[in-house]
């Protein structure tokens, strides 16, 4: 069974620093790898999507990357700001229901940036 | 575009009690999902459907059932319901040419009594 785990549970850094979160997962036969946002009482916005052929994916500030065969993906925030703070959430999607399975999720790192 | 909505956003039932939770998209989306949100379990999948007519099983499907009658809407229901399933309900949808990336409803917050 795909196991995702987050670290850390919880990040509290000054604004302007540049941040990493981590992802791993236990099994490498993944369709995709989904970044998302959550902020409290809201849904899940989806941050960036990587594919299992690819390696990383950027999108404005944030840049994720994905190391299939040992497990690991991580996002990177750039000049992190105060709107930055929320939770942040990894799932991967498996790779045998040719991208229709449900995503596996991590329980997220929850953020605050500190202005 | 409204994306993906749900409805009802709140509501609270006595065990027992019998409700439908709705979710409709706009982007003509082939695969639907249903997920839970619970503290400490993070988001877990109990039903999904890949097109009109069609349903499966997810992680947590016992206690629940699924209609897709039509392309755009994707029904979860809750015959008994128990304590066990107050939770934060999500549904997501997906199309094939766009990597399969899913995209999230605001979510129905479910308390039963």
């Known amino acids: 069974k795909q196991e995702v785990t987050q670290i850390p549970a919880a990040l509290s850094v000054p604004e302007g620093e540049n941040l990493v979160l981590n992802c791993s997962f236990t099994d490498s036969a993944i369709y995709n790898l989904q970044w998302f946002r959550q902020d409290p009482g809201k849904g899940l916005t989806s941050l960036l999507l990587i594919q299992s052929s690819q390696r990383e994916q950027t999108s404005g500030r944030l840049n994720a990357s994905l190391d299939k065969s040992s497990g690991r993906s991580t996002l990177y925030i750039a000049a992190s700001q105060p709107g930055d703070s929320a939770t942040y959430l990894c799932?991967?999607?498996?790779?045998?229901?040719?991208?229709?399975?449900?995503?596996?999720f991590g329980k997220g790192t929850h953020l605050i940036i500190q202005p | 575009n409204a994306g993906v909505t749900q409805t009802p956003k709140f509501r609270v039932l006595k065990t027992g009690q019998s409700m439908t939770l709705l979710c409709a998209q706009d982007m003509n989306h082939e695969y639907m999902y249903w997920y839970r949100q619970d503290p400490g379990m993070g988001l877990r999948l109990i039903h999904y459907?890949?097109?009109?007519?069609?349903?499966a099983k997810g992680e947590v499907p016992d206690g629940y059932n699924v209609s897709r009658l039509k392309k755009q809407n994707f029904l979860l229901g809750l015959e008994s319901a128990a304590p066990s399933q107050t939770s934060v309900y999500f549904c997501?949808?997906?199309?094939?040419?766009?990597?399969?990336?899913?995209?999230f409803g605001p979510g129905t917050r479910l308390t039963v009594l």
């Open positions: 459907s890949v097109g009109e007519g069609t349903t």
């Open positions: 799932a991967v999607m498996p790779g045998s229901g040719g991208g229709a399975d449900g995503l596996t």
């Open positions: 997501a949808s997906s199309y094939p040419a766009g990597g399969n990336e899913q995209f």
